[in-house]
């Protein structure tokens, strides 16, 4: 049963001061004021307030108090603003947390603004807010927010509804935060890594016979620096093959010394000064790198010594984010990319009305289209009356299957004599030309809201780090044209005082 919201009476904030000379910062300004009106007016505030309150009841093994329920419905509120106000700055949670600390108007769309004191969220504290709620239940809220602009436009004070006559839609890659994955730089990483774990717990009083684990360190950084050179010698490949293998040899050694002092802490991590979560996070990072690094020793081995390919799809690419895939994007500069696929769809005013990240490779653009529409016709309640795509998204099936739909088809045919004769209807020439600002809204969504590249490790992050973009990013583009109604309102007045 869904945890009834207490309606507790909201602190009392203080009126921001009036600030003259800086018209980006009235712009600013007013760009949160208007996101902080559709916060409310939308319900969307309303709706992730309930979703916290529902998640969290149920996770409780008791029944909370008045007091706790109103204390945790504030820190939904400012969980949520929180999140948008430091994607739409793009901040780190340092940086977030110090620039909160001196802005009052930052403070004031938080609702950490108060008349006595202010408390502004720690750097942890804002890493738990952004882990508020997963993005499987991030989307509905987003989705309520759609709807609303579409439905009940007049409340949010928008000038006309959501617009579904003009569609257009692409994908990207949305690169990971991971370095080149060269094959014995993968193998250096795990060295690294399983030693600098053996540190923290031979310093901890548990020790295994064992040199020390910085002669460890300090031999593979020579080993590294041996690769690097032995490229640039006549017989860099016979050189960089004998180099692997010692750096093979030494894994199996830090392998076993790894493994005895991860089962030493198993056993006796009472007699550490760490509780038990601690100890369990030392472990999870020896068991992660214990079991890919036996395949990123094969990877290493087939394609530097056996001279022989590996598939992509058998790649591995970080040894500390395994869900990251080889893009072959073939394009100027970027040929292949490392990271996720990501399907990106707004209407004629920029909203985005559908998104996907996929975990996995992605399907074909052409097997995305009807799962893109079907997507935005179950949030809007209708279908979009054309859509435009480039070549990719293009096939037979999808032109029959729009054609019987009512649908218009400015998809970019894979054909030049088709495309050719297309171009020669004014509003297929017209909508393709408005393709092109598409690849603009991602260019903004991806450097402007989600970082490039995104600081989010780990596929569910990054999921999550999405749909905290494209919710700023709508709420930003809706907040400008509301703010685009009221200076035609106040337009007329300052023309009357002007005569």
Known sequence: MPRQIIPFPQELRPRLPTILGNVDYRMLRSRLEQIDALLRESGLETDFVQLSLDRWTLASSREPSAKELQAYQQRSRRALRCNLLRTLLAEDLRGFSCQLAGNPLFQWFCQVLAMDVVRVPSKSELQRFSQWLPADKMRPVLDRLLHGAMANHTRLSLTQPLDLEEYFLDSTALKANVQFPTDWVLLRDGIRTLMTATLLIRREGLRGRMESPEEFLRRSNSLCIEMVQGARREDGRKARKKTLRRIKKLVGVVNAHAKRH??????????????????????????????????????????????????????????????????????????DEFGNTLLVGENRQGIILDFELFRERAPADSQLLFRSLAKVMEVTGRAVGSVTTDRGFTSDAN?????????????????????????????????????????????????GFLGSPMRSKGFEHRQLAVVWGVLTHNLWKLATMRRAVEVRKKRPKAKQKAA
């Open 399 to 447: 032109s029959k299957a729009l054609a019987e739909s009512g649908t218009k088809d400015a998809t970019c045919p894979r054909r030049p004599a088709e495309l050719k004769e297309k171009m020669g209807d004014a509003e297929f020439a017209r909508l393709q030309k408005r393709r092109g600002q598409t690849e603009g809204r991602i260019g903004i969504l991806k450097h």
């Open 262 to 335: 991860r089962d030493l802490l198993e056993e006796q991590w009472q007699k550490t000064s760490w509780t038990r979560p601690q100890a369990e996070q030392v472990l999870r990072r020896i068991d992660g790198v214990l079991a890919l690094l036996p395949k990123a020793q094969e990877q290493a081995h087939e394609r530097i010594i056996g001279q022989r390919s590996v598939p992509n799809r058998e790649k591995i690419l970080s040894l500390y984010d395994t869900d990251v895939r080889v893009l072959v994007r073939g394009k100027a500069g970027a040929e």
